[in-house]
């Protein structure tokens, strides 16, 4: 790192940059929210990027969450195919134009995963990524963990020189919680000049995959109902049979480290410590072991089913129902009470 583009703290400021898809917030960027306030990372300013037409639907979900204030910039280019570059640029203009925070955060998902990097060698400064936990240290010196070395370690990083400090954080490691409405909360809408409003014309041609790939991430981060595949799942008929089921109910397919990468399965899809963390009202795992690294990324689903043919499996304790024998005949006796 170059010492000499350190920004010096203007604003003991955490921001955390609300990702949003239309007027829905994803749920990453409000769990954030509440545990910035939990800790005790004050003022927490939420900044918000958004076009004209979804402002007020996304301020008034915003105000719900607590946050100090909203820090708002409005462009016609803040729309689903706004491009990460786009993003990035917009960002480093408010820590221009304002002075640089203490800390900026992003929800780990596809599209933070992309913006965070990109600003962060703007702003020339430290980046914790796929953080599981955040607590704060002497100083207003924000600590994050993660998992690491196979996730047998975990990890407590900290930037203590340059600010910004930067994370991504995995989505539903916290959870978001609604404070009494505050329709006082401060909110600052800033304008970028002129500079960034030529940006405009650069969405022709950057024009962001952001949009089909967020759509995948959030079908599993998101889904209320999940049925997950493990080793004893990952025959191409099991496969098969838990798509055609999948499709039947809702559901999104979940996978564990093996089977990520292979089976038509991306990794985007794989739960766990070093995958995606969910929070379903369902999920439903097949031929899963039960692993701590596994577990701690579905530990907070409202109802665990779980199937497996050891009766010792660690998955069944943390299972609501469970199933002791093969998966295929439990997909079949369910797909069959489906009529499928």
Same mark, same amino acid.
């Given at each position: 790192?170059?010492?000499?583009?350190?920004?010096?703290?203007?604003?003991?400021?955490?921001?955390?940059?609300?990702?949003?898809?239309?007027?829905?917030?994803?749920?990453?960027?409000?769990?954030?929210?509440?545990?910035?306030?939990?800790?005790?990372?004050?003022?927490?300013?939420?900044?918000?990027?958004?076009?004209?037409?979804?402002?007020?639907?996304?301020?008034?979900?915003?105000?719900?969450?607590?946050?100090?204030?909203?820090?708002?910039?409005?462009?016609?280019?803040?729309?689903?195919?706004?491009?990460?570059?786009?993003?990035?640029?917009?960002?480093?203009?408010?820590?221009?134009?304002?002075?640089?925070?203490?800390?900026?955060?992003?929800?780990?998902?596809?599209?933070?995963?992309?913006?965070?990097?990109?600003?962060?060698?703007?702003?020339?400064?430290?980046?914790?990524?796929?953080?599981?936990?955040?607590?704060?240290?002497?100083?207003?010196?924000?600590?994050?963990?993660?998992?690491?070395?196979?996730?047998?370690?975990?990890?407590?990083?900290?930037?203590?020189?340059?600010?910004?400090?930067?994370?991504?954080?995995?989505?539903?490691?916290?959870?978001?919680?609604?404070?009494?409405?505050?329709?006082?909360?401060?909110?600052?809408?800033?304008?970028?000049?002129?500079?960034?409003?030529?940006?405009?014309?650069?969405?022709?041609?950057? %024009?962001?995959?952001? +949009? &089909?790939?967020? $759509?995948?991430?959030?079908?599993?981060?998101?889904?209320? *109902?999940?049925?997950? @595949? #493990? %080793?004893?799942?990952? +025959? &191409?008929?099991? $496969?098969?049979?838990?798509?055609?089921?999948?499709?039947? *109910?809702?559901?999104? @397919? #979940?996978?564990?480290?093996?089977? &990520?990468?292979?089976?038509?399965?991306?990794?985007?899809?794989?739960?766990?410590?070093?995958?995606?963390?969910?929070?379903?009202?369902?999920?439903?795992?097949?031929?899963?072991?039960?692993?701590?690294?596994?577990?701690?990324?579905?530990?907070?689903?409202?109802?665990?089913?779980?199937?497996?043919?050891?009766?010792?499996?660690?998955?069944?304790?943390?299972?609501?129902?469970?199933?002791?024998?093969?998966?295929?005949?439990?997909?079949?006796?369910?797909?069959?009470?489906?009529?499928?």
């Amino acid at each position: 790192m170059n010492s000499n583009k350190v920004k010096t703290i203007g604003k003991e400021e955490n921001w955390v940059v609300v990702e949003h898809r239309g007027t829905k917030i994803e749920p990453g960027s409000l769990q954030l929210i509440t545990k910035l306030l939990t800790v005790g990372a004050s003022p927490v300013v939420a900044v918000l990027l958004t076009t004209e037409e979804d402002k007020s639907s996304l301020l008034n979900e915003l105000r719900s969450y607590g946050a100090d204030r909203i820090l708002v910039i409005t462009q016609s280019y803040f729309n689903d195919d706004c491009s990460q570059e786009l993003a990035a640029d917009s960002i480093y203009a408010l820590t221009e134009l304002l002075t640089c925070p203490n800390s900026i955060l992003f929800s780990a998902t596809i599209w933070g995963r992309s913006v965070a990097p990109r600003l962060q060698g703007k702003l020339d400064t430290g980046l914790t990524a796929d953080c599981i936990d955040l607590h704060l240290a002497d100083g207003n010196i924000l600590v994050g963990t993660k998992p690491s070395y196979g996730d047998q370690i975990m990890c407590e990083i900290t930037c203590p020189n340059a600010r910004p400090q930067m994370f991504t954080v995995r989505p539903n490691v916290f959870l978001a919680k609604k404070v009494a409405p505050t329709p006082e909360t401060a909110v600052k809408e800033q304008k970028l000049g002129t500079g960034m409003d030529e940006k405009d014309s650069l969405k022709k041609t950057i %024009r962001a995959t952001t +949009s &089909a790939v967020k $759509v995948q991430d959030n079908q599993l981060t998101q889904a209320s *109902i999940i049925l997950a @595949l #493990g %080793r004893g799942a990952a +025959s &191409a008929e099991i $496969v098969e049979s838990a798509r055609k089921l999948a499709q039947k *109910i809702g559901a999104s @397919l #979940g996978v564990t480290r093996p089977l &990520a990468g292979n089976n038509g399965f991306s990794y985007d899809q794989q739960i766990g410590q070093s995958g995606v963390s969910v929070a379903p009202d369902l999920i439903i795992n097949l031929g899963i072991s039960g692993s701590a690294q596994y577990v701690s990324g579905m530990d907070k689903s409202k109802t665990i089913v779980s199937v497996n043919i050891d009766p010792n499996a660690p998955i069944l304790s943390f299972s609501d129902y469970y199933y002791v024998g093969k998966a295929e005949t439990f997909l079949s006796a369910l797909s069959t009470q489906l009529g499928i």
